[in-house]
């Protein structure tokens, strides 16, 4: 009996697999116009499809097998002709970023790593799916010693079924020539859902939260360098100090930082990160320290009191701009001598 319960349930369970796979084969297959809107392309991908994993699945595989990586400055790219503004244009609401990036390499089927990011967030959000896009720095010659530590890349992760995964669809796409010159298109599985432990070995996040790790390891060029933020380069910052990522101390020292800009003035008229939750940077292992202006010269000053916490944040003109590691030595407890009492 039992072999043959086993026959029935294949019955049963094989056709709705076959038809599962079936439908991801031929959205992959697929060939859209150039004019296709990401909603519409959303739609032909995944409509078919009932789980969000296969979702998922077409959407990355769709890109990877249609876009490809800009290796030449984007030049020669047409110009539309400007409509003319009526009161509906005038007045209509501005696409999202996101959005705006998709649809721009929909239409010339090329992109660079933060393109390949947002179309993947925005297909996934027109199919019913949570993305980010997640901005970082990505390790790429092994052997090259980095010269600025910055943010310089951009990869995604995917909500699916309740857990967060992590993924890099440009890097899954292909690679470039040794000459630098010609986008080569072969799929790399390994950057797709990845273990997190795994992925970071190339992929350092901005925001560590992204790291989906509780103790995200510390990459070698960190103690070279404090790990600049993404909005570090907005402003006319000169020198800063520590100079090194790694800051120790002893339990209950004052850490200072102190960082020097060219024109104080122009950095105020910058605008900030309108978008910037800072009350998620002060928890039991982040701190953000707040400034002191003086002129050209900023300062952070920090008593490091707690154990616990391993992360600074550096907030400037209510951007953050820096990251040192802080490392705490806990304070030895004075002897007491014990003796008898007469």
């Not at 032909?44 to 769709?62: C, H, M, P, Q, R």
């Not at 980010?132 to 990505?138: N, R, S």
């Not at 292909?174 to 630098?180: A, Q, V």
């Not at 105020?268 to 400034?291: A, E, G, H, M, Q």
Request: glycine share 4%.
């Amino acid at each position: 009996m039992k072999w043959l319960l086993a026959i029935v349930m294949f019955v049963i369970c094989t056709p709705g697999i076959s038809q599962e796979q079936a439908s991801l084969k031929k959205s992959r297959n697929k060939k859209f116009h150039q004019n296709i809107s990401p909603e519409l392309l959303a739609v032909e991908l995944t409509g078919s499809l009932s789980t969000d994993a296969e979702k998922v699945k077409a959407i990355f595989y769709w890109i990877t097998d249609n876009i490809a990586y800009r290796t030449q400055p984007n030049i020669t790219r047409r110009k539309r002709d400007l409509p003319l503004i009526d009161e509906a244009s005038d007045t209509a609401e501005l696409k999202p970023l996101d959005e705006r990036v998709a649809l721009t390499v929909l239409e010339d089927r090329v992109a660079v790593c933060d393109g390949y990011a947002r179309l993947f967030k925005t297909l996934c959000s027109y199919s019913g799916i949570q993305a980010e896009v997640i901005h970082g720095y990505a390790r790429t010659e092994a052997g090259k010693r980095i010269q600025r530590f910055r943010p310089n890349h951009s990869w995604n992760a995917v909500l699916i079924d309740s857990v967060w995964h992590l993924l890099d669809v440009t890097w899954a796409s292909g690679y470039i020539s040794w000459r630098g010159n010609e986008f080569v298109r072969q799929l790399d599985l390994q950057y797709f859902l990845s273990k997190p432990e795994q992925f970071i070995r190339e992929h350092y996040p901005d925001d560590l939260r992204w790291a989906l790790m509780d103790d995200p390891p510390l990459m070698s060029e960190f103690r070279h360098s404090p790990f600049k933020q993404k909005s570090f380069s907005k402003y006319q910052i000169t020198t800063y100090s520590p100079q090194t990522g790694v800051i120790e101390a002893g339990q209950g020292d004052t850490v200072s930082i102190t960082l020097e800009t060219s024109d104080a003035y122009k950095d105020s008229r910058v605008s900030s990160d309108p978008f910037l939750d800072t009350t998620i940077y002060n928890t039991s292992t982040t701190t953000l320290l707040v400034p002191s202006i003086s002129g050209r010269t900023i300062h952070y000053t920090y008593v490091a009191n707690s154990l616990l916490v391993q992360w600074i944040y550096i907030l400037y003109n209510d951007d953050i701009i820096l990251r040192y590691r802080l490392k705490v030595k806990a304070t030895e407890s004075p002897v007491l001598a014990i003796g008898t009492l007469n």
